[in-house]
């Protein structure tokens, strides 16, 4: 069994973002008109090395306003099939449900089996029986002035419920740290090599099983304003789902799911682009994360049954969630119970193992770097099982000129149909290489169970670490050809030459030198999946023998400070101060913006080596009208590569008062750090919550 962690409650860089309500999917929306033009031909992407960094929030995040209830078999039978709304249309005759909906406010009801049913014709009967308790499930709603943990409560006591809890909200675990290639070629994939691909497409490439793929959807498809990324078009494709938008167009809006889905199957031996690991598999897209890259369990739960009421052999989940939940574990062990591996991101928070990949019967799956060593976002920990190639931007270890993230083609969010070929890191990247070796030992040998399948992948990884398992690592790094000799596979009997990086400038793209090294990318803004930043940060503060370190305390110049680019940023204002004319203010204040953002600010300083005391103090002002929620207002010491060192302070007030904030952060002395401030809002019914801070100091004492 794997040994349960308590989580600790740290920023992660990933891909996405906080809340978890479903979109519409607009007719045409903002600065997202595909044009012919627009699609970039294969080898002529432009250069970018523009970053994104986000932060996953501190609190457990999870849907306002609804709960995820598993009634009795008995009740069960009595609701619902159909989504219903009001209190009228929820009453079934029976005094003591009606009589518990009343009591915690309960307005609608949400079956979580009944749409699958609809999708694939397959009766209701039928599939309950073959989904064990699924029939059960339901998102049950109520107003968001009600406390949910009340809600909770109230419910997990009835005689009538099994249990009761949040809609948690799970995020893709990708950080994109963007730096494409202007010749695209597959000498640039050293995470294949990293794996034995060429060995291994020898013995196998996938064909004839399929793979689900559970993220932001896939560009697999010319559909309205939609059009298939040009790598994927000899990719294989079978029927998905977008759970999103309610339709049967499970299309990318945000470019994580079409990057996971290129280095499963993207398009190889064509001629263009890059490989993808078991590139003849058949992929289903089935779309359960939104455009900002955030979904709910539900939706999870619901796409985990699709994709195996739909004949998926494997279920790829490039995403994670801070929280346990009972209905998402139930559903994947009913996955695994019916012959389906599920494979799931450990996440991006260098902490414990998050949900679902933390649960016995799923796969969990860390990131490594080019040489080998766990990349520094990747969560580790006793529940870990192995590790793939996730990638780090940061550096150049293999000399190509480019960072060392996972390149596939894909988009960036916000510019769908302008496909380049990005580097990617986080454990979302290395997920899939797992997902598509499953897929490789299951095209050469269709008998293996899950039992034996998870046991080919970790009987021949690479053992890396202290001997044996560890929690860094699990069993090792996936290696595809050895894991398919191991199940009847046959080696060639001569490896291929590897490709060799190229270090001069690549063909086709004339005018553009990478530099031989790559820059590490700025910081940036980080929330529950983390955004480019748009300004670069001021080198580290001098350092003085004593005094103040912080540079433009009060805001009244626009020097030191950076503020995140994120959905909403934060900015210098006017609107108030506490001293002097201007504060800076992260979070929304304006309730028309309505949207999920993790805006912040902050300064790189370095606190001498010899400093006797070092104290940090801030004034905040802060602002909420969403209490309780998910949001928070949070200051925090970063390390120099934006990674959380100490929370300072987290909270959720709507004092409309400056207060003082004062720490002692002697321990960072010898440390370059950044004094951080943010605010993150759960988008929802046009609330706001931010934190305004003006006349911050950071003393050092001899």
């Known amino acids: 069994m794997k040994r349960l962690h308590v989580f600790l409650l740290v920023l992660a860089l990933l891909l996405g973002s906080l809340t978890a309500c479903a979109r519409s999917r607009p007719e045409n929306p903002a600065n997202t008109q595909p044009t012919a033009g627009k699609i970039q031909p294969s080898g002529e992407s432009l250069l970018d090395d523009s970053s994104e960094v986000l932060v996953n929030p501190v609190s457990e995040a999870y849907v306002p306003g609804e709960v995820l209830v598993k009634f009795s078999k008995s009740i069960a039978q009595q609701l619902p099939t159909e989504r219903k709304e009001g209190i009228q249309a929820l009453s079934v005759n029976n005094p003591a449900l009606d009589a518990l909906f009343a009591d915690t406010g309960i307005t609608g009801l949400r079956p979580l089996l009944s749409p699958i049913a609809q999708v694939t014709g397959e009766s209701l009967e039928s599939l309950s029986a073959r989904t064990g308790s699924a029939r059960q499930f339901y998102v049950a709603s109520f107003s968001t002035d009600k406390n949910i943990s009340d809600v909770v409560q109230k419910l997990s006591a009835s005689e009538n419920v099994e249990y009761a809890e949040p809609n948690y909200v799970a995020f893709a675990d990708g950080i994109p ?55 994927l078009a000899n990719t294989h494709f079978v029927n998905g789902y977008d759970f999103i938008n309610g339709d049967t167009h499970p299309n990318d809006d945000n470019g994580h799911g079409t990057h996971v889905a290129g280095t499963l199957a993207q398009s190889t031996n064509n001629g263009e682009g890059v490989a993808g690991v078991a590139y003849n598999a058949n992929i289903m897209p089935v779309k359960v994360l939104d455009s900002l890259g955030q979904g709910t369990y539900a939706g999870i739960i619901q796409g985990i049954e699709f994709a195996v009421a739909n004949g998926a052999k494997v279920i790829n989940l490039s995403l994670s969630g801070h929280s346990g939940s009972q209905a998402l574990e139930e559903a994947v062990n009913q996955a695994r119970a019916q012959g389906v591996l599920v494979v799931a991101a450990a996440g991006n928070n260098n902490g414990a193992v998050e949900y679902p990949a933390r649960y016995d019967s799923v796969l969990a799956v860390g990131a490594v770097r080019f040489d080998k060593s766990r990349a520094r976002y990747s969560n580790y920990g006793s529940a870990l099982d192995v590790v793939a190639p996730g990638g780090d931007n940061q550096v150049d270890q293999n000399g190509d000129g480019f960072g060392d993230g996972i390149v596939q083609q894909t988009f960036r969010s916000g510019e ?287």
Request: glycine share 6%; proline share 9%; hydrophobic share 40%.
């Open 177 to 231: 740290r963007y730096a494409v290639p202007n010749d695209p070629f597959f000498s640039y994939q050293w995470n294949m090599d990293a794996i034995q691909m060429p060995t291994a497409w020898d013995m196998s490439t996938g064909s004839g099983v399929t793979v689900a793929i559970l993220d932001t959807g896939v560009a697999y498809e010319n559909y309205q304003i939609y059009q298939q990324a040009p790598d």
């Open 416 to 702: 769908i149909n302008t496909f380049r070929y990005l580097f990617m890191e986080g454990t979302s990247m290395a997920t899939p290489h797992v997902s598509g070796l499953a897929a490789l030992l299951l095209a050469q040998n269709p008998t293996l169970s899950v039992d034996a399948l998870e046991n080919a992948i970790k009987s021949t990884a690479l053992d890396l670490g202290t001997a044996g398992e560890d929690e860094e690592y699990g069993a090792g790094l996936i290696q595809a050809a050895d894991a398919l000799a191991s199940v009847g596979g046959t080696p060639p009997t001569a490896t291929p030459t590897p490709v060799v990086p190229p270090t001069a400038t690549p063909t086709g793209a004339p005018g553009v030198t990478p530099s031989p090294t790559a820059v590490p990318p700025t910081p940036t803004a980080t929330s529950p999946i983390p955004p480019t930043a748009t300004a670069t940060p001021a080198p580290p503060t001098p350092t003085p023998v004593a005094g103040d370190i912080i540079q433009n305390g009060g805001f009244e110049s626009d020097t030191a400070w950076v503020f995140m680019d994120t959905p909403v940023d934060g900015r210098y204002t006017t609107e108030r101060a506490h001293s002097g004319t201007r504060s800076a203010v992260v979070g929304i204040t304006d309730p028309a913006q309505d949207q999920f953002t993790y805006s912040s600010v902050a300064q790189k300083v370095t606190i001498p080596a010899n400093a006797t005391k070092a104290t940090l103090s801030a004034w905040v002002y802060p602002v909420s009208s969403d209490i309780p929620s998910g949001d928070v207002q949070i200051t925090m010491i970063l390390d120099a590569n934006f990674r959380v060192l100490q929370q300072l302070n987290t909270m959720l007030k709507n004092d409309q008062t400056w207060q003082q904030q004062t720490f002692d952060v002697t321990a960072y002395r010898g440390q370059t750090v950044y004094v951080y401030f943010g605010a993150v809002n759960v988008r929802v019914n046009g609330k706001v919550t931010a934190m305004y801070v003006d006349d911050v100091s950071l003393i050092v004492e001899q």
